[in-house]
Each structure stands twice: as C-alpha cells, then as structure tokens.
C-alpha cells in the first residue's frame, strides 16, 4: 500500500502543508516495503489547480491513501471516483502522523 503526504521537506520531522497541493514534495510511504520515495511536486505553483494535479498526479503513481491538512473538494471528489482513501483534517510531522494513522488504522 502506498500512503502519500504533501510536505515542504523530505525526512521524517518535515511538517504536512497546510494546502493539499501546495507543498514542495510529495511523500510516499509503501507499507510493504517500509520505504519512502519523495517526488517534487511540479504542480506546487499552479495556484487554483493545484489540488487536482497534484491528486491526478498521485492517482498516476498508485496512491492508495492520501493524508492531508486541507484539500479542496475537486481534489477530494476525484480521489474518491479512484477508490483512493483520503484522511482530510490531518496535521502534524510526517512521523506523527504515520505512526497515528498506524495506531488507527
């Protein structure tokens, strides 16, 4: 399972951005592997259409979950028409919230 985070760092003390789309890296965590795979976020300037390149770019890469702090309903809505699972409302450093979403899930 890949879990995807939007960061402005890439190690484990790199804070979620406040907008989904917006941050400089996506991060990816594969659960079967336990690695991370970090991929600048080309669409971070894109303004209003952010959100959902930035979510068809992760639907591209085989997103199961998405974590996130903000994400606009476009994003949101084309997540869920992909079968991908999204935790909106998330805050925090990409560790805390790996080892909360573990806790949870």
């Known amino acids: ?3 995807a985070v939007t960061t402005n760092g890439t190690d484990l003390n790199s804070q979620l951005v406040p907008n989904f789309g917006r941050g400089m890296y996506f991060v990816i965590i594969n659960t079967n592997t336990q690695k991370l795979e970090i ?11 952010a959100a959902v390149k930035s979510a ?3 639907k591209a890469i085989g997103a199961d979950i998405v974590i996130a702090d903000k994400c606009e309903p476009k994003a949101i809505k084309l997540f869920q028409h992909e079968g991908i ?4 409302g998330i805050k925090g450093s990409l560790e805390n919230v790996l080892n909360k979403y573990r806790v949870t899930s």
């Open 85 to 88: 699972e999204i935790h909106n």
């Open 1 to 3: 399972m890949k879990i």
């Open 56 to 58: 068809q770019f992760l």
């Open 39 to 49: 991929h600048e976020n080309e669409n971070s300037n894109l303004g209003n259409i």
